[in-house]
Nanobody
Framework: VQLVESGGGLVQAGVSLRLSCAASGLTLEDFAIAWFRQVPGKEREPVSCINPTDGKTNYPESVKGRFTTSSDMAKNTAFLQMNSLTLEDTAVYYC???????????????????????WGKGTLVTVSS
């Protein structure tokens, strides 16, 4: 199983960025795909979760209204659209796949990083002023 993130980079505050998470070795039909971010020295923070089978999503308050997650099951890929980026969004962004939060489980309700089965290696997003 591989999850490969892409789309990170250096951007100015206020702009938008879309991250991709390409999955291989698993099918999005059976898993939820979550995004997390981490700043060095800080705990990993949940960003979004999507159950591709039914489209249910979940976001923490910190990004609700600015970030949107989606998926393309034909491409076995999930996305994270990030709008109105701020300096505080600077982090390494990881995607992860979870069977427990997928269609046979909680469908993203209460998702956290403890029940993720597979992780990508991350993509760096740096927001400058």
């Amino acid at each position: 199983v591989q999850l490969v993130e892409s789309g990170g980079g250096l951007v100015q505050a206020g702009v938008s960025l879309r991250l991709s998470c390409a999955a291989s070795g698993l099918t999005l039909e059976d898993f939820a795909i979550a995004w997390f971010r981490q700043v060095p020295g800080k705990e990993r923070e949940p960003v979004s979760c999507i159950n591709p089978t039914d489209g249910k999503t979940n976001y923490p308050e910190s990004v609700k209204g600015r970030f949107t997650t989606s998926s393309d099951m034909a491409k076995n890929t999930a996305f994270l659209q990030m709008n109105s980026l701020t300096l505080e969004d600077t982090a390494v962004y990881y995607c992860a796949a979870s069977f427990a939060y997928g269609p046979y489980g909680n469908s993203c309700q209460g998702f956290d990083d403890h029940a993720m089965d597979f992780w990508g290696k991350g993509t760096l997003v740096t927001v400058s002023s």
